[in-house]
């Protein structure tokens, strides 16, 4: 009963309440697999990733087998800052259904890092826009291992990349696949490359705007300080409803004066320009047809403020000030807490501090907007 009491409240979002419940199934049951997988699930919801980490590698040592403990035991461990232990254990996505329109059956052997000397290499896409862009970093580093690198990526995604330091092709998912030797899905780099904080690939800008995109001629004739905006992620990820919020409640950033905002809101959010749209943002978005469009833009830009979605990485890729919104729960690669991220050294954090608060979290940024770019 307490499992289920437990469980109820997981599943609205009450992570601190559904807390005890699970320690009482677990006190009545050590060992109870199902019971501590859940209770270190709300354990990272609110940020106590070292005691989730623990819970995770105690009910692992019952059930050494289960893909969701170990699953969750990398999403926990990287949010925790222990990236190589991480990273090791996210190769167990694959196990999981949520992966299985992914992963691929390549004749060829998968990649563990060793020379390429001669050989092709296809590096191969998975889940959203802004995984592919945090993740392309490290395609130099293959490139070094002195193979020829082709990458797979979605076609919004193609030209952007083509420019990418160590890239010999690019193919749009779903294209057919030229000759390779070795394969490795993109978000399996960090643990080939045994990835921690101290040797993360983060020299900026690893991404360039592409030759012949020139950005939106109303940016460049705007004085003062210009600023992008985007509040609404993608919403087919499962989270999407807590990562995103309405336009209307950025109401008090758009009233800065001196800050003039431009949308980069790209799909059914950016409806919400014509039924809320203060004179200060101007709608750019329509001339967006992929992400080199996009990068020309943000290009043109003094800072970009956007949740936790493709753009936030796009500008920090591209080495542009970036202010990230984070919801609470924060997705694991932001880990916990910090107001800065050691992929994006231009990038700058607000998180919530209480679930749902976006008020606080807005009025922080009004605040540093004035500080940092001395609006009167």
Same mark, same amino acid.
């Given at each position: 009963k307490q499992y289920n009491f437990g469980n109820a409240l997981l599943q609205k979002g009450q992570y601190s309440e559904c807390l005890k419940p699970f320690e009482i199934a677990i006190a009545l049951n050590p060992g109870y697999v199902d019971a501590l997988c859940n209770y270190a699930s709300a354990l990272q919801a609110i940020? $106590?990733?070292? #005691?989730?980490?623990?819970?995770? $590698?105690?009910?692992? %040592?019952?059930?050494?087998?289960?893909?969701?403990? =170990?699953?969750?035991? /990398?999403?926990?461990?990287i949010q925790n800052g222990e990236m190589e232990k991480g990273w090791k254990e996210?190769?167990?996505?694959w196990e999981m259904p949520t992966f299985a329109s992914f992963k691929r059956d390549f004749k060829e052997p998968q990649w563990n890092g060793e020379s390429l000397e001669?050989?092709?290499?296809?590096l191969h896409t998975e889940q959203g826009f802004g995984d592919n862009i945090q993740f392309c970093r490290y395609i130099p580093m293959v490139a070094e291992c002195r193979g020829k690198v082709v990458l797979e990526c979605r +076609?919004?995604?193609?030209?952007? @990349?083509?420019?990418?330091?160590?890239?010999?092709?690019?193919? %749009?998912l779903g294209?057919?696949?030229?000759? @390779?030797?070795?394969?490795?899905?993109?978000? %399996?780099l960090p643990h080939v490359f045994r990835s921690n904080l101290q040797n993360l690939p983060a020299e900026i800008p690893y991404l360039k705007v592409p030759n012949g995109c020139a950005g939106d001629p109303r940016i460049e004739a705007t $004085?003062?300080?210009?600023?992008?905006?985007?509040?609404?992620? /993608?919403?087919? #990820? @499962?989270?999407? =409803?807590? #990562? %995103?919020?309405?336009?209307?409640?950025?109401e008090p950033i758009f009233e800065v004066e001196g800050a003039n905002f431009f949308s980069l809101q790209v799909g059914e959010a950016r409806d919400e320009l014509i039924s809320y749209c203060p004179n200060s943002v101007i709608d750019v978005a329509a001339g967006l047809r992929d992400f080199s469009d996009t990068a020309a833009v943000i290009e043109q830009l003094d800072l970009v403020i956007s949740?936790?979605?493709?753009?936030?990485?796009l500008a920090g890729a591209l080495g542009i000030p970036v202010w990230g919104m984070l919801s609470k729960p924060t997705g694991f690669l932001w880990m916990n807490e910090r107001s800065d991220s050691p992929w994006y050294p231009t990038m700058r954090l607000f #998180? $919530? +501090?209480? @679930?749902?608060?976006?008020? /606080?979290?807005i009025q922080e940024v009004r605040a540093a907007l004035v500080e940092t770019y001395l609006i009167i």
């Open positions: 940020g $106590q990733t070292e #005691r989730a980490v623990k819970c995770l $590698q105690e009910a692992i %040592s019952v059930d050494p087998l289960s893909p969701d403990l =170990h699953w969750n035991l /990398s999403l926990a461990a996210y190769e167990w996505r001669g050989r092709t290499i296809l +076609p919004e995604l193609e030209k952007l @990349f083509r420019g990418l330091t160590g890239v010999e092709k690019t193919i %749009s294209d057919p696949y030229p000759d @390779f030797d070795v394969h490795l899905p993109l978000m %399996s $004085q003062g300080l210009k600023v992008g905006i985007t509040w609404s992620g /993608s919403p087919t #990820r @499962f989270d999407n =409803h807590t #990562r %995103s919020l309405e336009l209307s409640k950025l949740v936790d979605t493709s753009v936030l990485h #998180r $919530q +501090p209480e @679930f749902g608060d976006w008020g /606080s979290l």
